[in-house]
């Protein structure tokens, strides 16, 4: 074989082994789908939060320390996997709104630092984060998420902004005096300024979908909090358990009826 034959396979084995390397995502492509599950596991978190730390009386640090370990266990389950699963995938995310639900709590209540003393200081974390990863690795986008190294960012940005978004949400619904249905339509209607940015302008898409999922948080944890807080204090009063047992199981059907896929690097 000629000179330029090995050349060619040369080139072509390159190309495939690059090919194969962006492919490798370990997490799911952002679909309609994904922003569902996303606000349903958000909601589940201020739940299942609630229920383990409030309805079963273990407090906040006991829960938080119970979410954290759970937390933990699951990112390690996440980063050694070989290729992007979605059921680790969302038990991950899952994991991470209990544990901020129960942690925001822990510091804003148990702590005494308030909710706005909370929200800067997560707020101020969140950003410190994104920065470094970037720094770091040259991008946030998610579908660069391929090694350990950018795992270990992304999981840590999510923790943070999960963290924050339930004191956001306390603090509209509760020290703004907003309510549960007021805050719930502020954040869905900065959600929406989001998507429009997104289909009318060309701003940066890394930063509009961490927009979109710090903005997810809050509006989950107003609406879980609307579920389950009593009538007199603007809720539904429902059960704790049957509201997660609900959300849970619609979170299940739509990782195992819709299709999902790892995100494929852009170019």
């Given at each position: 074989?000629g ?6 396979r ?9 090919t ?5 995502s370990k997490v799911?492509?952002v ?7 996303k ?5 589940l ?5 609630d229920?383990?730390?409030?309805s ?8 938080t320390?119970?979410?954290a ?7 390690v ?11 680790i ?8 709104t209990?544990v ?5 709590d822990f ?7 308030g909710y ?11 950003l410190?984060?994104?920065f470094v990863?970037?720094?770091s ?8 998420v391929n090694s350990?190294?950018a795992?270990?960012?992304y ?24 309510g ?6 502020v954040f869905?209607g900065?959600?929406v300024?989001?998507?429009l940015a997104y ?10 979908f961490w927009m ?5 948080r809050?509006l989950g ?8 807080k009593?009538?007199a204090e603007?809720?539904?009063?429902l ?5 997660s047992a609900a959300?849970c199981a ?8 819709f299709?999902h896929r790892a995100?494929?690097?852009?170019h």
């Amino acid at each position: 074989m000629g000179i330029d034959g090995v050349g060619n396979r040369r080139e072509n084995h390159n190309h495939m082994k690059s090919t194969a390397e962006e492919a490798v995502s370990k997490v799911p492509e952002v679909t309609l789908i994904f922003w569902m599950i996303k606000i349903a596991a958000t909601t589940l978190g201020e739940t299942a939060g609630d229920a383990v730390s409030m309805s079963m009386d273990l407090g906040y640090l006991v829960g938080t320390v119970i979410f954290a370990a759970l937390f933990l266990a699951a990112v390690v389950v996440q980063i050694t996997a070989k290729k992007f699963h979605p059921v680790i995938y969302w038990v991950t995310i899952v994991a991470t709104t209990t544990v901020g639900t129960t942690l925001a709590d822990f510091a804003d209540r148990s702590l005494g630092i308030g909710y706005a003393g909370g929200t800067s200081l997560l707020l101020g974390l969140l950003l410190a984060s994104l920065f470094v990863w970037y720094r770091s690795l040259g991008s946030i986008a998610v579908d660069t998420v391929n090694s350990p190294k950018a795992e270990m960012f992304y999981w840590t940005t999510i923790m943070f902004s999960q963290t924050l978004g339930t004191a956001l949400g306390d603090w509209t619904a509760d020290t703004a005096g907003l309510g549960y249905v007021g805050a719930g339509l502020v954040f869905g209607g900065l959600l929406v300024l989001v998507a429009l940015a997104y289909y009318l302008t060309r701003f940066s898409r890394p930063l509009l979908f961490w927009m979109a999922f710090i903005l997810t948080r809050p509006l989950g944890a107003v609406i879980g909090d609307f579920l389950d807080k009593p009538v007199a204090e603007g809720g539904l009063a429902l059960s704790r358990y049957s509201a997660s047992a609900a959300l849970c199981a619609f979170i299940v059907a739509c990782i195992f009826i819709f299709p999902h896929r790892a995100a494929a690097k852009s170019h």
